[in-house]
């Protein structure tokens, strides 16, 4: 019964000192666990803040803070990435609003991040004023955005259209790369990089993959056995090999196997290997919740007359993706993470502008451990806000407490 | 059912919409889709490849290779085949693979165990390190590791000195190392016929207690064993047959004990302790999955404390951790693929310079995604004999 008793209790009502003998102090054994913690605790925290502050050298990453962020974009055409992301952020303001449970962290902490970052003084010049004032105006922007959204009139369908158109027009109109637009000039994608290049991939990856790895997973149960033969092959190589090879294969061996006329856009082929590689471990997932999903399900379905088709529609996708949210929210944030592997064939993400920036000048050679953290607190910072997302969807869903 | 009736419903169904032969349809369809694709894709392939003079082959594999390998657990020179090459990448995965499981497990483990301690400061300090290295990519982890310290140690003269003593410098991390004499090969075989005894009387006086229901007192018996084989072969061997080779600097470099290259030594650490952190919330989930109502429920039955433990708690957990922890030994495998990128020259790096060396990308290529799949195939067969065994038989 003391487990009644401990979720009973409020945690707010323990005084500090009650609280630090329950936590840390409760048997001799715990109080010198407690002790030998903040010794290692000290020396750790005292080594870092000495090293952040006094003996590491931040030039690498303060000198180039464009080259970051959308790599050799051509300066006269920063107005399109500009757009891009005040449009990004007019709508992360829009879903603070509608889905706040979710992403009210991440916006209020892009919004302060961006004010912050258009008002730290550089000395640089190509931070101009038009780029501060890009930045200042997003913290403005996310809370107008918000003001606007909590009117009763916007509902989640609203917002998810502009997702969507955003995101067509974002692809399509600003950053175009592929196909030049009557008005626009081309920017070829070898130009682009930084984090710019990082988020394509991933958000590309993430939409591209989900339908594929949903229908590989309907594949795979499938009762026809051509197609479900070839949804197990598919599914169990990709998921044997390394990303690696993938991203090799598609990147150098495909062009062997396509006609030489048909040459695909560099960044392209990348961004496909990352769909087909997602897609394998995306239909795993879902492939769990559809076994999850009791017959009854399907039987009860079929005796009220409905077609194949909307049972799987209405029935038991809807039932089974509830179930693996979690698990893909998972395999999302690990494609996020996956995206660095393209340096490995030349593009210039993230982290391949880092390792560009280390190449710019000779004095530079020995801080990469300043510009690599750089760079892991850029993808931690993502990846964090993507992992408490999913945890208060679990937590919406109650899926972990079945 | 009446033949009028069942003539009737056919003729109702028209053939667009009866079910046989819609499937029939779709397969044929989308057999014919998936076969054109094949087709085609192979047929430009070696129209490309009779084009360019590089026919899918493995001829050239006899070859002398000709470019070196600077880190090799098996004899080889630039002289030998690129079949050998190919092997020693093999072995070199294979090892950075079986020592980074080795370490990342009891580090996981120890991770997972003090993110359940009831102490809220160490139960933080796991959980930031589990927070940290989930949530950066391998990749960063593994280049903040070997640009960011291994290429920035002192020299060997300024070597850092661990406990160990273990010596570290820019040429890698040198090891005191136990090695075997002349005498040590006796040892060697008393220690495994030692181990393999022990493991048979386990199973064999396991099974009699299990039939005949007599204490056989199987874990005493195979532990004094494991104990006592060692202990004869020791003395046998004239008391010494290890020795403890210590590194020791001569000139401008390291002697002796066990030399891990700065690659080496920062692709072990970097896929170590990001799987440690992944393998953690595999233990703590395993451990949190048994039910505290079991531990009460063998205590009520008056199971003693360790038997609580060996029989209730650790089966159940196991059941629930085994799986997702083969398949993080099986991604640490595929991560180490990684290593190319800073230099330690496992199957993928080799398969991409015998690419380039033998101007074969297509077969070098299979060669290499094969090895990689039979890897995971081996591993998925063995956990699905090992998960079978282990699940409930009924539930």
């Known amino acids: 019964m003391s487990v009644t008793s401990e979720t009973l209790a409020p945690p707010a009502t323990l005084r500090p000192l009650a609280w630090l003998r329950k936590n840390l102090f409760s048997t001799w054994f715990n109080a010198l666990l407690t002790i030998v913690s903040l010794v290692f605790l000290y020396f750790v925290l005292a080594g870092i803040v000495r090293w952040v502050f006094f003996t590491a050298d931040w030039s690498p990453v303060t000198i180039a803070p464009l080259l970051f962020l959308v790599g050799q974009y051509p300066r006269d055409q920063l107005w399109r990435p500009a757009l891009s992301l005040l449009m990004c952020v007019f709508l992360i303001g829009l879903s603070w609003a509608i889905w706040e449970r979710y992403v009210k962290a991440f916006a209020i902490f892009l919004g302060v991040l961006l004010g912050v970052l258009a008002l730290i003084p550089l000395e640089t010049p190509t931070i101009t004023l038009g780029v501060r004032a890009v930045f200042l105006a997003c913290p403005l922007l996310i809370s107008l955005a918000f003001w606007i959204g909590r009117r009763s009139a916007v509902k989640g369908q609203h917002v998810g259209t502009l997702w969507l158109l955003a995101s067509i027009l974002i692809t399509l109109v600003l950053l175009p790369g592929i196909r030049s637009i009557p008005g626009l000039s081309a920017v070829a994608t070898t130009a682009w990089g930084g984090l710019l290049v990082t988020l394509l991939l991933a958000i590309g990856g993430i939409v591209l993959s989900f339908p594929i790895g949903v229908l590989l997973a309907l594949g795979r149960r499938s009762s026809l056995p051509v197609v479900k033969i070839f949804s197990i092959l598919f599914i169990e190589v990709i998921r044997g090999v390394p990303l690696v090879t993938i991203l090799f294969m598609f990147s150098i061996i495909l062009a062997l196997f396509l006609p030489a006329e048909s040459r695909i856009d560099r960044l392209l082929r990348a961004l496909i290997a990352m769909v087909v590689f997602s897609a394998a471990y995306t239909a795993e997932n879902v492939r769990g919740g559809l076994q999850a999903i009791p017959e009854g399900q399907v039987e009860a379905a079929k005796a009220l007359g409905l077609s194949n088709f909307h049972i799987t529609a209405f029935i038991v996708l809807p039932q089974a993706l509830r179930l693996v949210i979690p698990n893909i929210v998972g395999q999302f944030i690990s494609l996020f993470k996956d995206t660095t592997l393209v340096v490995i064939v030349g593009i210039n993400d993230l982290l391949g502008i880092g390792n560009a920036v280390l190449n710019l000048r000779p004095e530079f050679v020995r801080l990469q451990m300043e510009v690599y953290l750089f760079i892991a607190i850029i993808f931690w910072i993502f990846s964090y806000f993507m992992s408490y997302a999913s945890l208060e969807l679990e937590k919406a869903l109650g899926v972990g407490e079945r | ?395």
């Open chain 2, 1 to 395: 059912m009446s033949p009028s009736t069942r003539t009737r419903s056919n003729q109702q169904i028209p053939f667009w919409r009866d079910e046989r032969i819609l499937n029939a349809a779709a397969q044929t369809v989308s057999a014919v889709v998936i076969l054109t694709l094949l087709y085609l894709g192979i047929a430009n392939f070696l129209e490309i490849s009779q084009q360019r003079g590089m026919p899918l082959t493995y001829g050239f594999l006899d070859d002398p290779a000709g470019f070196p390998i600077t880190e090799s657990y098996i004899p080889y020179d630039p002289t030998m085949s690129f079949g050998r090459a190919f092997m020693v990448g093999l072995v070199n995965t294979l090892v950075v693979s079986v020592v980074g499981i080795i370490l990342s497990t009891p580090l996981g483990l120890f991770v997972g165990l003090a993110r359940l301690s009831s102490n809220w400061l160490v139960n933080k300090i796991a959980l930031a390190y589990i927070e940290f290295h989930r949530n950066i990519p391998l990749l960063v982890l593994l280049f903040l590791w070997y640009f960011g310290v291994f290429t920035r140690l002192p020299g060997a003269k300024e070597s850092l000195t661990l406990p160990g003593p273990i010596y570290v410098n820019q040429r890698g991390l040198y090891l005191t190392w136990p090695r075997l004499t002349e005498t040590g090969g006796i040892f060697l075989a008393s220690v495994i016929i030692g181990v393999l005894l022990a493991i048979l009387a386990w199973i064999v006086l396991r099974r009699i207690r299990e039939t005949q229901g007599r204490e056989t007192y199987f874990g005493r018996v195979s532990l004094a064993i494991l104990i006592l084989f060692p202990l004869i072969g020791w003395f046998v061997s004239g008391g010494e047959p290890l020795q403890l080779d210590e590194p020791a600097l001569q000139g401008f470099n390291f002697r002796g004990g066990l030399r891990m290259s700065p690659e080496f030594s920062a692709l072990l650490i970097g896929l170590t302790t990001y799987t440690a952190a992944f393998i953690a919330e595999v233990f703590r989930a395993g451990i949190l999955a048994v039910r505290k109502g079991q531990v009460e429920a063998a205590r009520a039955l008056g199971l003693k404390n360790n038997h609580v433990l060996s029989l209730i708690v650790i089966p159940q957990a196991l059941r629930v951790v085994i799986p997702p922890l083969i398949s993080q030994y099986l991604n640490l495998t595929k991560n180490s693929s990684l290593a190319l990128i800073i230099g330690y020259q496992e199957l993928f790096a080799i398969g991409k310079v015998t690419i380039n060396q033998a101007g074969r990308a297509v077969p070098v290529f299979l060669m290499v995604m094969a090895t990689y799949l039979l890897l995971s195939l081996l591993t998925s067969v063995l956990l699905n004999i090992y998960n079978k065994r282990v699940q409930f038989v009924e539930r």
